[in-house]
């Protein structure tokens, strides 16, 4: 078959089906952000997510002739479906073990040991230097002082070359508890995500650690993000499983 021919019947199948934009971007292993710049801008995020989900009847003809440019010459079955998984998990926000090792080991090999001090310190500084606790963090305090619990707060702790700074450390013998809160609301699934990775890598230095995170209101998206990592997640309404968890720890 006449290669132009070809490309004419690709281009008029995207047309006609625009969410063959999904089997595309998957072949090719590209997350919805590197599709849209390999395009040039010609496609916004928004509507390539339009086009994938099929909530579109057309394609424009001139956007299904640049989508058809892209296209791999051969689909791989296994590719295809293989890149669906890493890209749903990217986005339910799981992250894998060897990823996080990944971005631990990229982290290490772009700052000197004395910048991560440096930056350490000045986050503790930061930190410590807020005029008062939150009120989430006071209820908190408020919570560990009647069930007569040591901790400290925003206590820097390393693990792997890198340091965290940690709302709530709990002591209990060889034992410790991490504990998280925060009263955002917008963005909370990154959040949720920099918390699993932050879980993940103190896991390595302290792999029978308890970890709790309190939010003022939990998504489901997020939630099942935090569920992934933490032994607790809970909203600041329901402090009396906090209370019973940090009891039995």
């Known amino acids: 078959m006449n ?3 070809k490309k004419q019947k690709v281009e008029r199948f995207i047309a006609m089906k625009p ?22 801008g010609k496609l916004s995020q928004v509507t390539l997510v339009k086009y994938e989900k099929g909530n579109a009847n057309k394609i424009q003809a001139h956007i299904a002739k640049n989508v058809a440019s892209i296209a791999p010459k ?37 700052t000197t040991k004395m910048q991560r001090k440096l930056w350490g310190r000045l986050g503790a500084m930061k930190a410590n230097a807020k005029q008062r606790p939150t009120e989430q963090e006071m209820q908190i305090q408020n919570l560990l ?24 450390v709990i002591r209990k013998g060889n034992r410790i508890c991490f504990l998280e809160v925060s009263k955002r609301k917008h963005d909370i699934s990154i959040l949720a995500q920099a918390y699993g990775y932050r879980s993940r890598v103190l896991r390595e230095t302290y792999p029978r650690a308890k970890f709790v995170a309190i939010f003022d209101e939990i998504p489901l998206g997020p939630s099942e993000i935090l569920n992934k990592e933490f032994d607790l997640i809970s909203d600041s309404n329901s402090l009396k499983v906090v209370e019973e968890f940090l009891l039995s720890f």
């Not at 969410?19 to 040039?40: C, M, P, Y």
């Not at 689909?75 to 996080?100: C, I, T």
């Not at 901790?151 to 693990?159: A, D, G, W």
Request: charged share 30%; glycine share 4%; hydrophobic share 40%.
């Open 3 to 5: 290669k132009a021919i």
């Open 19 to 40: 969410e063959a934009v999904l089997i595309i971007r998957l072949s090719l292993g590209l997350s919805q952000r590197e599709f849209v710049k390999l395009l040039n």
């Open 74 to 110: 051969r689909l791989k079955v296994d590719a295809v479906l293989r890149n669906y998984k890493r890209f749903s998990m990217m986005h339910r926000g799981y992250m894998p073990r060897g990823r996080a090792r990944k971005l631990q080991e990229l982290s290490l090999k772009k």
């Open 145 to 168: 002082e009647k069930l007569k619990i040591s901790y400290t707060t925003h206590e820097l702790i390393e693990s792997s070359g890198l340091k965290f700074n940690i709302d709530f």
